[in-house]
Every structure is written in C-alpha cells, then in structure tokens.
C-alpha cells in the first residue's frame, strides 16, 4: 500500500495563479482532510470530506475549492493565489467508525510558494 | 482558537535521558492524540489516548491525561538520537464531531 499520496511535492506560483493540490489514499478509509502547516502556528484545517459526496469547512477555509472526487481522490483548488497561501499542504485520511477511535494517516506534504 | 499548546515550544536533551513535553487545550474533547513530524515529512501518528483513559504506553513512550486540567503529556524514556522530532498533540473535541485540532508543537532534539 502507498498510503496517502500527494502531488506536486513542489510548487512556486505568481499571486493569481490557479492549481490544483492532489491527494490520494489506498486504505479504503471514508475521510479525508487538508491541512495547511505554517512556521508556528501547527496544523490547521482547510476543509474536510467525512465521506465519498460531502465536504465541509474547516478552520481556515477561505481562498479554497475542495472536491472529493471518489472515495480516494480528495482535490484542492486555489483560484487565485495569494502570497498569504504560502505554506506546507498535508493531505490526511482516516476510517472514521466512530468517535473517539481513529487516527489520521499523513501524505508526504506539499510545499507551495506564492509569489 | 480550539488549538491545543505545546510546551516547551523547544527541548534539548542528552542521549539516554528523558524527554517530557506537555499539551494544554481549551475544551472537553473526546480523544487526544501525539504525532511525530521529521524535518520535511508528514506526520505520523504515535499514541491516542481517549477522554475517559488516565494514561497509556506504548513503547518508550508513556502519555497521560487530565481532563480536569484539560491537559496531556508525553514522556519518551531512554531517547535517542532518532527521537530528534517535532511533536504534536491533537484534540478531537466533543463538539466537533470528527475534526482533529492541531497544537503548536515541541521540537525535540537528542543530542548523541
């Protein structure tokens, strides 16, 4: 099994780009998350899919498109990129059966730089 | 904010010695949860603890829980050089089904 895959690995964009961060994860798991990582401020949640159809808000949604493409696919979309969106994008999966039993399982990140 | 915090935001130990680190957070929560993150990787989840749990081991690593205090800490006994590691506490509280809330972190470095 991979895991959880995320592509690019690297991105530098100009502020107003669009692109699209890719995740997918191969351990059948019904949620997927993205997360931003910013120098001291920990892990915070941009959206999040509970499962294959539906998708939420997280804690710092702005500025974000989501889809969840199929139960393994969970996309992001920058529309227009600001440099405020520089930062380090996890994508993270989880069999969600109930509370207070799961962990979240990581990809490897992408860096993205808005210049 | 829901995030939890970290303290010490950074630790320096010798090899062989323990390392301790704390995680304070605001509301009742249903899981707490230690990941390990490596300079330039993703995550790795440790340890969970539940809310209704007082303290759990796995290994070197022993994590405790006072939901009283609303707090969490991680001990790791014996580190080594490859315990060198940002690490993470992470709440599930009980009002926000099932969204995790991440802590600040405490770097770690294990000197050998």
């Known amino acids: 099994n991979a895991g959880v895959t995320q592509t690019p690995k690297f991105q530098v964009l100009k502020t107003g780009q669009s692109m699209t961060l890719q995740c997918a994860q191969d351990?059948?798991?019904?949620?997927m998350y993205w997360y931003r990582q910013d120098p001291g401020m920990g892990l915070r949640l941009i959206y999040y899919s509970a499962s294959e159809g539906t998708t939420d808000k997280g804690e710092v949604p702005n500025g974000y498109n989501v889809s969840r493409l199929n139960k393994r696919e969970f996309s992001l979309r920058l529309e227009s990129a600001a440099p405020s969106q520089t930062s380090v994008y996890f994508c993270a999966s989880e069999y969600w059966l109930a509370v207070g039993t799961d962990t979240q399982y990581f990809g490897p990140g992408t860096r993205l730089t808005v210049l | 904010s829901q995030q939890g915090e970290e303290d010490p935001q950074a630790l320096s130990i010798q090899e062989g010695e323990n390392a301790t680190m704390n995680c304070s957070y605001k509301?009742?929560?249903?899981?707490l949860q230690w990941y390990r993150q490596n300079s330039g990787r993703g995550l790795v989840h440790l340890i969970l603890i539940r809310s209704n749990e007082r303290e759990k081991h796995s290994g070197r690593l022993r994590v405790t829980l006072d939901t009283s205090k609303k707090s969490s800490s991680l001990l790791i006994t014996a580190s080594r050089a490859a315990d060198t590691a940002s690490y993470f506490c992470?709440?599930?509280?009980?009002?926000?089904?099932?969204?995790?809330?991440f802590g600040t972190g405490t770097s770690l470095t294990v000197i050998p």
């Open positions: 351990m059948n798991h019904n949620s």
């Open positions: 992470a709440t599930c509280p009980s009002e926000a089904g099932n969204q995790f809330y």
């Open positions: 509301t009742s929560i249903n899981n």
